[in-house]
Protein backbone atom coordinates (compact mmCIF):
# COMPACT_ATOMS: atom_id res chain seq x y z
CA UNK A 1 0.00 0.00 0.00
CA UNK A 2 1.35 3.31 -0.79
CA UNK A 3 2.09 5.73 2.02
CA UNK A 4 2.94 9.16 2.21
CA UNK A 5 4.64 10.04 5.87
CA UNK A 6 4.89 14.06 7.41
CA UNK A 7 6.91 14.63 9.59
CA UNK A 8 6.62 16.46 12.53
CA UNK A 9 2.43 16.97 12.90
CA UNK A 10 2.79 20.13 14.10
CA UNK A 11 5.60 22.86 14.87
CA UNK A 12 5.51 26.18 16.55
CA UNK A 13 8.89 28.47 16.12
CA UNK A 14 9.31 32.61 16.42
CA UNK A 15 9.66 35.14 13.14
CA UNK A 16 13.28 34.44 12.41
CA UNK A 17 13.93 31.32 12.94
CA UNK A 18 14.75 28.51 10.27
CA UNK A 19 12.41 25.27 10.07
CA UNK A 20 12.76 21.96 8.01
CA UNK A 21 9.67 19.87 7.19
CA UNK A 22 10.44 16.27 6.32
CA UNK A 23 8.07 14.02 4.40
CA UNK A 24 8.65 10.36 3.68
CA UNK A 25 7.41 7.74 1.22
CA UNK A 26 6.92 4.56 -0.03
CA UNK A 27 5.27 4.25 -3.61
CA UNK A 28 4.78 1.98 -6.28
CA UNK A 29 6.75 3.47 -9.25
CA UNK A 30 6.68 7.06 -7.98
CA UNK A 31 6.43 9.98 -10.69
CA UNK A 32 6.86 12.82 -8.32
CA UNK A 33 6.58 14.80 -5.03
CA UNK A 34 4.91 17.72 -4.61
CA UNK A 35 4.35 20.34 -1.32
CA UNK A 36 1.22 22.37 -0.86
CA UNK A 37 0.30 25.09 1.63
CA UNK A 38 -2.74 25.47 3.19
CA UNK A 39 -3.97 28.21 5.04
CA UNK A 40 -7.62 27.79 6.11
CA UNK A 41 -8.54 27.57 2.60
CA UNK A 42 -7.20 25.69 -0.65
CA UNK A 43 -4.26 24.02 -0.74
CA UNK A 44 -1.63 26.17 -3.05
CA UNK A 45 1.14 24.48 -4.90
CA UNK A 46 4.75 25.62 -3.78
CA UNK A 47 6.66 22.84 -5.38
CA UNK A 48 7.37 19.85 -7.91
CA UNK A 49 10.31 17.73 -7.56
CA UNK A 50 11.14 14.92 -10.08
CA UNK A 51 14.64 14.39 -10.06
CA UNK A 52 17.08 13.55 -7.22
CA UNK A 53 19.73 16.36 -5.50
CA UNK A 54 18.15 19.17 -8.12
CA UNK A 55 17.07 22.07 -4.98
CA UNK A 56 14.12 24.04 -6.18
CA UNK A 57 13.89 27.54 -4.67
CA UNK A 58 10.99 30.21 -4.33
CA UNK A 59 12.01 33.44 -2.08
CA UNK A 60 12.66 32.07 1.59
CA UNK A 61 11.43 28.51 0.58
CA UNK A 62 13.33 25.22 -1.19
CA UNK A 63 12.86 22.05 -1.38
CA UNK A 64 14.74 19.05 -2.42
CA UNK A 65 13.96 15.30 -3.04
CA UNK A 66 16.39 11.98 -2.77
CA UNK A 67 15.09 9.01 -4.90
CA UNK A 68 17.22 6.83 -2.65
CA UNK A 69 16.49 7.55 0.56
CA UNK A 70 12.46 8.07 -0.39
CA UNK A 71 12.06 11.90 1.10
CA UNK A 72 11.38 15.21 0.62
CA UNK A 73 12.61 18.19 2.51
CA UNK A 74 11.21 21.27 2.83
CA UNK A 75 12.99 24.66 4.23
CA UNK A 76 11.76 27.69 4.97
CA UNK A 77 14.27 30.54 6.07
CA UNK A 78 13.46 33.23 8.14
CA UNK A 79 10.33 32.10 9.03
CA UNK A 80 7.22 35.23 8.91
CA UNK A 81 3.92 34.71 10.46
CA UNK A 82 2.55 34.39 7.58
CA UNK A 83 4.06 30.96 6.92
CA UNK A 84 1.23 30.06 9.24
CA UNK A 85 -0.10 27.16 7.80
CA UNK A 86 -0.26 23.34 7.04
CA UNK A 87 2.29 22.13 4.70
CA UNK A 88 1.20 19.14 2.32
CA UNK A 89 2.89 16.58 1.04
CA UNK A 90 1.64 15.06 -1.94
CA UNK A 91 3.45 12.03 -4.17
CA UNK A 92 1.98 11.30 -8.00
CA UNK A 93 2.81 7.75 -9.02
CA UNK A 94 2.60 5.95 -12.57
CA UNK A 95 0.04 3.73 -11.54
CA UNK A 96 -2.38 6.64 -12.17
CA UNK A 97 -3.85 9.92 -11.79
CA UNK A 98 -4.55 10.25 -8.37
CA UNK A 99 -2.12 11.90 -5.63
CA UNK A 100 -1.37 10.30 -2.29
CA UNK A 101 -1.38 12.81 0.06
CA UNK A 102 0.37 12.75 3.62
CA UNK A 103 -1.71 14.22 7.06
CA UNK A 104 0.17 17.27 6.58
CA UNK A 105 2.50 19.51 9.11
CA UNK A 106 0.86 22.33 11.02
CA UNK A 107 3.56 25.22 11.43
CA UNK A 108 2.85 28.10 13.73
CA UNK A 109 4.93 31.15 13.39
CA UNK A 110 4.41 33.70 16.56
CA UNK A 111 5.74 37.11 16.56
CA UNK B 1 -9.41 33.62 -14.93
CA UNK B 2 -11.88 32.49 -11.59
CA UNK B 3 -9.51 29.41 -11.55
CA UNK B 4 -11.55 26.61 -9.78
CA UNK B 5 -14.50 27.22 -8.00
CA UNK B 6 -16.74 25.45 -5.80
CA UNK B 7 -20.44 26.19 -5.05
CA UNK B 8 -21.65 26.19 -2.05
CA UNK B 9 -19.16 27.05 0.59
CA UNK B 10 -21.51 25.79 3.53
CA UNK B 11 -24.04 23.39 3.81
CA UNK B 12 -26.10 22.09 6.38
CA UNK B 13 -27.92 18.84 5.87
CA UNK B 14 -30.46 16.01 7.76
CA UNK B 15 -29.56 12.76 7.63
CA UNK B 16 -30.93 11.01 4.35
CA UNK B 17 -31.18 13.95 2.31
CA UNK B 18 -29.39 15.00 -0.54
CA UNK B 19 -27.47 17.84 -2.41
CA UNK B 20 -25.27 18.44 -4.90
CA UNK B 21 -21.63 19.70 -4.88
CA UNK B 22 -20.76 22.05 -8.25
CA UNK B 23 -17.00 22.32 -8.72
CA UNK B 24 -16.27 24.54 -12.08
CA UNK B 25 -12.71 25.39 -13.80
CA UNK B 26 -11.59 27.86 -16.78
CA UNK B 27 -8.18 26.35 -17.12
CA UNK B 28 -9.24 24.27 -19.89
CA UNK B 29 -8.23 21.31 -17.85
CA UNK B 30 -9.03 17.79 -18.56
CA UNK B 31 -8.67 16.14 -15.02
CA UNK B 32 -10.77 16.90 -12.14
CA UNK B 33 -11.42 15.17 -9.03
CA UNK B 34 -12.84 15.63 -5.62
CA UNK B 35 -11.27 14.65 -2.01
CA UNK B 36 -12.72 15.20 1.10
CA UNK B 37 -10.37 16.43 3.93
CA UNK B 38 -10.85 15.39 7.45
CA UNK B 39 -8.81 16.26 10.64
CA UNK B 40 -6.39 13.74 11.11
CA UNK B 41 -6.77 12.27 7.60
CA UNK B 42 -5.39 14.55 4.95
CA UNK B 43 -6.99 14.75 1.72
CA UNK B 44 -8.63 11.65 0.47
CA UNK B 45 -9.86 11.38 -2.79
CA UNK B 46 -13.20 10.27 -4.04
CA UNK B 47 -13.72 10.32 -7.20
CA UNK B 48 -11.83 11.94 -10.63
CA UNK B 49 -12.49 12.72 -13.74
CA UNK B 50 -9.67 12.31 -17.08
CA UNK B 51 -12.23 13.97 -19.54
CA UNK B 52 -15.62 15.03 -20.45
CA UNK B 53 -18.10 12.33 -19.83
CA UNK B 54 -15.77 9.90 -17.84
CA UNK B 55 -15.11 9.17 -13.92
CA UNK B 56 -13.57 6.78 -11.99
CA UNK B 57 -13.63 6.08 -8.64
CA UNK B 58 -10.73 7.20 -5.93
CA UNK B 59 -9.65 5.92 -2.45
CA UNK B 60 -13.00 6.59 -0.80
CA UNK B 61 -15.97 6.28 -3.05
CA UNK B 62 -18.80 4.99 -1.09
CA UNK B 63 -22.00 7.30 -0.87
CA UNK B 64 -21.05 9.72 -3.16
CA UNK B 65 -21.46 9.54 -6.95
CA UNK B 66 -20.27 12.10 -9.72
CA UNK B 67 -20.91 13.53 -13.50
CA UNK B 68 -18.73 15.26 -15.87
CA UNK B 69 -21.09 16.06 -18.46
CA UNK B 70 -18.98 19.27 -19.60
CA UNK B 71 -15.18 19.68 -19.59
CA UNK B 72 -15.90 22.43 -17.14
CA UNK B 73 -17.70 21.05 -14.64
CA UNK B 74 -17.71 18.00 -12.25
CA UNK B 75 -20.78 17.32 -10.11
CA UNK B 76 -20.35 15.56 -6.73
CA UNK B 77 -23.85 14.05 -6.02
CA UNK B 78 -24.54 12.88 -1.89
CA UNK B 79 -28.25 10.51 -2.37
CA UNK B 80 -28.82 10.21 1.40
CA UNK B 81 -26.73 11.49 3.21
CA UNK B 82 -25.41 10.70 7.05
CA UNK B 83 -23.04 12.04 9.70
CA UNK B 84 -19.65 10.42 8.77
CA UNK B 85 -19.81 12.88 5.44
CA UNK B 86 -18.99 15.46 7.72
CA UNK B 87 -16.10 17.13 6.12
CA UNK B 88 -14.66 19.82 4.22
CA UNK B 89 -14.61 18.94 0.02
CA UNK B 90 -12.31 20.04 -2.51
CA UNK B 91 -12.48 20.25 -6.13
CA UNK B 92 -9.20 20.28 -8.33
CA UNK B 93 -8.06 20.11 -11.81
CA UNK B 94 -4.96 19.50 -13.49
CA UNK B 95 -3.23 20.20 -17.01
CA UNK B 96 -3.52 16.97 -19.61
CA UNK B 97 -0.21 16.63 -20.59
CA UNK B 98 2.51 15.79 -20.61
CA UNK B 99 3.67 13.83 -17.52
CA UNK B 100 4.47 15.05 -14.79
CA UNK B 101 3.14 18.33 -15.41
CA UNK B 102 -0.29 16.60 -14.81
CA UNK B 103 0.44 16.00 -10.84
CA UNK B 104 0.35 19.41 -10.54
CA UNK B 105 -3.47 19.82 -8.82
CA UNK B 106 -5.09 23.24 -8.57
CA UNK B 107 -7.63 23.31 -5.71
CA UNK B 108 -10.79 25.08 -5.09
CA UNK B 109 -11.74 26.61 -2.19
CA UNK B 110 -13.66 24.34 -0.31
CA UNK B 111 -16.83 23.42 0.60
CA UNK B 112 -17.76 22.97 4.44
CA UNK B 113 -20.49 19.79 4.75
CA UNK B 114 -22.61 19.04 7.86
CA UNK B 115 -24.43 16.45 8.28
CA UNK B 116 -26.85 16.10 10.92
Known amino acids: EDKVVQSPLSLVVHEGDTVTLNCSYE??????LLWYKQEKKAPTFLFML????IEKKSGRLSSILDKKELFSILNITATQTGDSAVYLC???????????FGKGTSLLVTP | NAGVTQTPKFRVLKTGQSMTLLCAQD?????MYWYRQDPGMGLRLIHY???????AKGEVPDGYNVSRLKKQNFLLGLESAAPSQTSVYFC???????????????FGPGTRLTVL
Open chain 2, 92 to 106: ASSYTSPLPLTDTQY
Open chain 1, 27 to 32: VTNFRS
Open chain 1, 50 to 53: TSSG
Open chain 1, 90 to 100: AVGANSGYALN
Open chain 2, 27 to 31: MNHEY
Open chain 2, 49 to 55: SVGEGTT
